[in-house]
C-alpha cells in the first residue's frame, strides 16, 4: 500500500493523500445518509458507519479510508454521558478524584464492538491497495472534553485541576491510556492498517505543560499500540511550540496542522522523521489554481522528510465543494509523482 509504504519511510510512486474528516458534511450522499439518522445513532450502527466511510473513497482517488466515528465514544464507554447538540456536550463533567475513581476500563469487543464491525466491513469493501486508519482521540483531549463538559476558549477548568491536584489529572490520563490502547489494538485486529491519535486540545498547553502531562500519556498508548506493528501517526493542533520534543512521542508519523510551515517543521523535527500535513483547510474554497499551486508547494516541502503523507492542517470544511477535493487530489499525485 502507498501510504503505508510512506508511514514507513519507505519509497513510493507518488505523494499518498487523505483528509481529516473526509467522510462529512461537504460530501451530498453523506447529508443524504445523515438525514436518516442522528450523529451517534451512525456511529453505532456499523452499517452506516462503514456506508460514510467507503462514501469519499468511491467518489475520490485517495490513498486511505479512516473509519467514521468520533474520538468521544469510548469515554461514553467508560461510563460518562455524552450528548451532541451538534457540539459535544457532557452534562456530569469530572471535578475531582471521586469522579475519575468512578470511571471503567471498558471491553473493547463487548462495549465498542460497533465500531470494530464497521472496521471489518469497510475493510471487506475496500479496495486492496487502499489503507483503512482507525483512531481515538489521545489522552489529554478527551480529558479536556470530560472536565469541561465540552469545548472551551480557555480550558481553565481543566486547567485549574491539571495545576491544583496533578495526581488526581495524571491519574485520569492514566485511566484513559488503559483504555485507548486496548481499543486501537481491537481496531488494528478489526482490519485497520494504521491508527491516529487526535491530540485536538494539547496546543492550549505551555510546552512545559505540554511535555509533562500531554506528550507522555500520548507516548504511554503509542508504545503499547506499535507492539501491533502498524504505523501510529500523532496529530497535535498547535504543534508548533512542541516541536522540538514531539518525536520524542515514538510515533511513526508526526501530523502537522497548518499554522507553521511545512520546512520549517521537517528542520526542527529532523529529516529522518515521517510528516503528514498540512494544507490550510480554508485553501479549498478558493480557485481551483490556487489549490493545484498551494498543494504542489507542500509536496515539494515534504520531499525533505523521510517520508510524506499528504493531508490538510485540520479537518475538511463543511462548505468545501466536492470538485475542489477532487482537484486537490489529483494535484498531489501530479506533484508526488516519483
Given at each position: 500500500?502507498?501510504?503505508?509504504?510512506?508511514?514507513?519511510?519507505?519509497?513510493?510512486?507518488?505523494?499518498?493523500?487523505?483528509?481529516?474528516?473526509?467522510?462529512?458534511?461537504?460530501?451530498?450522499?453523506?447529508?443524504?445518509?445523515?438525514?436518516?439518522?442522528?450523529?451517534?445513532?451512525?456511529?453505532?450502527?456499523?452499517?452506516?458507519?462503514?456506508?460514510?466511510?467507503?462514501?469519499?473513497?468511491?467518489?475520490?482517488?485517495?490513498?486511505?479510508?479512516?473509519?467514521?466515528?468520533?474520538?468521544?465514544?469510548?469515554?461514553?464507554?467508560?461510563?460518562?454521558?455524552?450528548?451532541?447538540?451538534?457540539?459535544?456536550?457532557?452534562?456530569?463533567?469530572?471535578?475531582?478524584?471521586?469522579?475519575?475513581?468512578?470511571?471503567?476500563?471498558?471491553?473493547?469487543?463487548?462495549?465498542?464492538?460497533?465500531?470494530?464491525?464497521?472496521?471489518?466491513?469497510?475493510?471487506?469493501?475496500?479496495?486492496p491497495k487502499k489503507a483503512l486508519i482507525g483512531f481515538v482521540g489521545a489522552p489529554f483531549t478527551l480529558a479536556a472534553y470530560m472536565v469541561e463538559g465540552g469545548g472551551s476558549k480557555d480550558f481553565m477548568q481543566l486547567k485549574g485541576m491539571m495545576h491544583r491536584d496533578p495526581a488526581a489529572f495524571s491519574d485520569l490520563?492514566?485511566?484513559?491510556?488503559?483504555?485507548?490502547?486496548?481499543?486501537?489494538?481491537?481496531?488494528?485486529?478489526?482490519?485497520?492498517?494504521?491508527?491516529?491519535?487526535?491530540?485536538?486540545?494539547?496546543?492550549?498547553?505551555?510546552?512545559?505543560?505540554?511535555?509533562?502531562?500531554?506528550?507522555?500519556?500520548?507516548?504511554?498508548?503509542?508504545?503499547?499500540?506499535?507492539?501491533?506493528?502498524?504505523?501510529?501517526?500523532?496529530?497535535?493542533?498547535?504543534?508548533?511550540?512542541?516541536?522540538?520534543?514531539?518525536?520524542?512521542?515514538?510515533?511513526?508519523?508526526?501530523?502537522?496542522?497548518?499554522?507553521?510551515?511545512?520546512?520549517?517543521?521537517?528542520?526542527?523535527?529532523?529529516?529522518?522523521?515521517?510528516?503528514?500535513?498540512?494544507?490550510?483547510?480554508?485553501?479549498?474554497?478558493?480557485?481551483?489554481?490556487?489549490?493545484?499551486?498551494?498543494?504542489?508547494?507542500?509536496?515539494?516541502?515534504?520531499?525533505?522528510?523521510?517520508?510524506?503523507?499528504?493531508?490538510?492542517?485540520?479537518?475538511?470544511?463543511?462548505?468545501?465543494?466536492?470538485?475542489?477535493?477532487?482537484?486537490?487530489?489529483?494535484?498531489?499525485?501530479?506533484?508526488?509523482?516519483?
Amino acid at each position: 500500500m502507498r501510504f503505508i509504504d510512506a508511514c514507513l519511510g519507505r519509497p513510493v510512486d507518488t505523494t499518498p493523500v487523505w483528509v481529516m474528516r473526509q467522510a462529512g458534511r461537504y460530501l451530498p450522499e453523506y447529508r443524504e445518509l445523515r438525514a436518516q439518522s442522528d450523529f451517534l445513532t451512525m456511529c453505532r450502527t456499523p452499517e452506516l458507519a462503514a456506508e460514510a466511510t467507503l462514501q469519499p473513497m468511491r467518489r475520490f482517488d485517495l490513498d486511505a479510508a479512516i473509519i467514521f466515528s468520533d474520538i468521544l465514544i469510548p469515554v461514553e464507554a467508560m461510563g460518562m454521558a455524552v450528548e451532541f447538540r451538534p457540539a459535544p456536550y457532557f452534562p456530569a463533567p469530572i471535578t475531582g478524584k471521586e469522579d475519575i475513581a468512578r470511571l471503567v476500563i471498558p471491553h473493547p469487543k463487548r462495549d465498542l464492538g460497533f465500531v470494530l464491525e464497521a472496521l471489518r466491513q469497510v475493510r471487506a469493501a475496500l479496495d486492496p491497495k487502499k489503507a483503512l486508519i482507525g483512531f481515538v482521540g489521545a489522552p489529554f483531549t478527551l480529558a479536556a472534553y470530560m472536565v469541561e463538559g465540552g469545548g472551551s476558549k480557555d480550558f481553565m477548568q481543566l486547567k485549574g485541576m491539571m495545576h491544583r491536584d496533578p495526581a488526581a489529572f495524571s491519574d485520569l490520563l492514566a485511566k484513559l491510556a488503559d483504555t485507548i490502547a486496548p481499543y486501537l489494538a481491537a481496531q488494528i485486529d478489526a482490519g485497520a492498517n494504521a491508527v491516529q491519535l487526535f491530540d485536538t486540545w494539547a496546543g492550549q498547553l505551555a510546552p512545559e505543560d505540554f511535555a509533562k502531562f500531554a506528550l507522555p500519556a500520548a507516548r504511554s498508548v503509542i508504545e503499547r499500540v506499535r507492539r501491533e506493528g502498524v504505523p501510529v501517526i500523532y496529530f497535535v493542533n498547535g504543534a508548533a511550540p512542541y516541536l522540538d520534543v514531539l518525536r520524542s512521542s515514538k510515533a511513526d508519523v508526526l501530523g502537522i496542522d497548518f499554522r507553521v510551515d511545512l520546512s520549517q517543521a521537517i528542520e526542527r523535527l529532523g529529516r529522518d522523521v515521517v510528516v503528514q500535513g498540512n494544507l490550510d483547510p480554508a485553501v479549498l474554497l478558493g480557485p481551483a489554481a490556487q489549490i493545484e499551486a498551494r498543494a504542489a508547494a507542500i509536496v515539494e516541502k515534504g520531499k525533505a522528510a523521510k517520508g510524506h503523507i499528504f493531508n490538510l492542517g485540520h479537518g475538511i470544511n463543511k462548505d468545501t465543494d466536492p470538485q475542489a477535493m477532487s482537484v486537490l487530489v489529483d494535484a498531489v499525485h501530479k506533484a508526488g509523482a516519483r
